[in-house]
């Protein structure tokens, strides 16, 4: 039995541990892009630019709207083998046995459910700071302590840094490309991070972005039974996040742990036929790669032509410095119905912004000149030259410093 199984015979201890879980799965509410987006953005007025929560706004391509048009009439039926045939086609894509996969109703699931499988109050989360959020929500009902590493100063993960601040980690979190900052931490870095950890750790690695970059994939890792889960979207390049559809992909034994906390439900036939089209898709991930490129590379080229700084990015978002609090950005923007966002408290002076059409990018271009030109800038941003200030009380790992 490898570390990570649950004993066959479950004692009473272990019952009572599950139970306790289960219950606080039961009662929390999963952090996910649009509630954290919501949290901070108004009812948006209709021919709103919104350009604050990761979404794509080409939505699914021809043939997944054609998958969904077809199965319809079948939506009276689970029709479970639809999953399967999901499983078929990623895991024989990639050379994976389909035990190694797991469909869910997007990532966020089996983001939260592997941080309450595997960090507890004796075992921290790790992630960068700033990431993404949604595990460090879950962390709070787990009872796990929360240790925050800065990203280096070429904005990747700083894995000597996360191994310093975790000592007793239960999970290392890594996305890449991350979110907010679209950067890439390198497929050499999660293999030392892999080498390096704390015995009965696993590490996390979130691919949502990763369609959008040149970034190798850890699905080599997962293949070679390292202790690492790998999640998918099809929320992102496949323009499918109201649709639903998600992965989880690890050993088997990893995969059952958090099932202990969900995901044994039916997916819904509509997300699974429209996954599987886009997979089959034989240009679709090349062809928006380079669309949104494109178009994150006129914005950039706008900003440097206007002296305004940004962290380059290899994603379909990336962060714009303010030059002062981004909340009085943010607010001047959605009052030209340009919705950005959100702030990450570590870095109080950027935003994040998603790259949308490029209609969208010439919309949010014309409102930023004219909310900055209105602005009175401040001195006190931090330049992208020097790290950005870590002011919540962390010191940095003395081997950094
Ligand atoms: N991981 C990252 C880094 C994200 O940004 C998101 C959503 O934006 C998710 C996971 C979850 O996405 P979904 O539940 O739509 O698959």
């Not at 979207?233 to 990893?254: E, N, V």
Request: glycine share 6%; proline share 7%.
């Amino acid at each position: 039995m490898s570390e990570f199984e649950a004993p066959a015979n479950g004692s009473r201890r272990s019952f009572l541990q599950l139970s306790a879980a289960a219950a606080a799965a039961m009662a929390f509410r999963i952090a996910t892009e649009p509630s954290l987006a919501a949290a901070e953005r108004k009812p948006v007025p209709p021919g709103a630019v919104v350009i604050d929560a990761n979404e794509n706004p080409l939505g699914p391509c021809d043939a997944a709207r054609k998958a969904i048009a077809d199965i319809t009439p079948q939506g009276g039926r689970y029709s479970s083998w639809l999953t399967e045939d999901l499983v078929k086609a990623f895991t024989e894509a990639q050379g994976l046995k389909p035990e190694y996969l797991r469909v869910f109703p997007g990532s966020s699931e089996p983001l939260h459910f592997s941080v309450l499988a595997f960090t507890s109050p004796a075992k921290s989360y790790v992630t960068a700071d700033p990431g993404y959020e949604a595990g460090m929500r879950a962390a709070k009902f787990s009872g796990a302590r929360i240790a925050k590493a800065p990203l280096t100063k070429t904005y990747s993960h700083d894995i000597k840094a996360m191994l310093a601040v975790g000592p007793d980690a239960g999970l290392f979190y890594v996305c890449t490309p991350n979110n907010p900052t679209g950067t890439m931490t390198s497929h050499f870095d999660i293999e030392r991070l892999l080498a390096e950890k704390p015995k009965g750790s696993v590490v996390l690695v979130d691919e949502a972005y990763i369609h959008f970059s040149d970034g190798i994939s850890a699905l080599d890792l997962v293949k070679a039974d390292r202790d690492v889960i790998v999640l998918r979207t099809f929320s992102k390049i496949y323009g499918m996040a109201g649709l639903r559809c998600g992965m989880a992909i690890a050993r088997p034994d990893l995969l059952a742990k958090l099932e202990s906390y969900g995901g044994w439900g039916a997916m819904p036939i509509t997300a699974v036929a429209a996954a599987t089209a886009s997979l089959k898709h034989e240009h679709l991930v090349e062809e928006r790669k380079q669309l949104n490129a494109a178009i994150r590379q006129k914005t950039f080229e706008w900003l440097d032509r206007q002296g305004y700084s940004y962290v380059p990015s290899e994603s379909n978002c990336f962060m714009l410095d303010t030059r002062r609090p981004a909340k009085e950005v943010i607010d001047a923007m959605a009052a030209r119905n340009v919705f950005i966002g959100r702030i990450w408290p570590v870095w109080p002076t950027y935003t994040r912004i998603t790259v949308g059409t490029q209609g969208e990018m010439e919309a949010f271009q014309s409102a930023f000149q004219a909310v900055m030109k209105n602005a009175k800038t401040v001195s006190y941003a931090p330049s992208l030259k020097k790290r950005p200030s870590y002011p919540d009380g962390q010191s940095w790992p003395s081997a950094l410093s």
